[in-house]
């Protein structure tokens, strides 16, 4: 079992930063992708921030330039370094990775979620 646990979000005015953090716990072998995705009210879930098992990194062009998504391999930590934040960005925002744990099985984890809130 791999278990994620968020932290970082909370309320910021627009312009403002946050950095988001998603720590992982279990025996993981191989990452073959993490995301950060967000969903707010009444909208599917879309993704924010992506980066491949050998670090290339993909964003959509609703954050291109301000989020910036990265990675600690040795505290087992990603994070979402959001800047220039937009009352649009305001939604409940979840990480996700994607890999094999010991003994070959793969895992497919879901953070708990964190809220941000963007609001003067």
């Known amino acids: 079992q791999v278990q994620l646990v968020e932290s970082g979000g909370g309320l910021v005015q627009p312009g403002g930063s946050l950095r988001l953090s998603c720590a992982a716990s279990?025996?993981?072998?191989?990452?073959?992708?993490m995301g950060w995705y967000r969903q707010s009210p009444g909208k599917q879930r879309e993704l924010v921030a992506s980066?491949?098992?050998?670090?290339?990194?993909n964003y959509p062009p609703s954050v291109t330039g301000r989020f910036t998504i990265s990675r600690d391999n040795a505290k087992n930590t990603m994070y979402l370094q959001m800047n220039n934040l937009e009352p649009e960005d305001a939604a409940v925002y979840y990480c996700?990775?994607?890999?094999?744990?010991?003994?070959?099985?793969?895992?497919?984890?879901w953070g708990q979620g964190t809220q941000v809130t963007v609001s003067s």
């Open positions: 279990g025996n993981i072998v191989e990452i073959h992708q």
């Open positions: 980066m491949a098992g050998g670090g290339n990194t």
């Open positions: 996700n990775v994607k890999g094999w744990r010991s003994g070959g099985r793969w895992f497919d984890s």
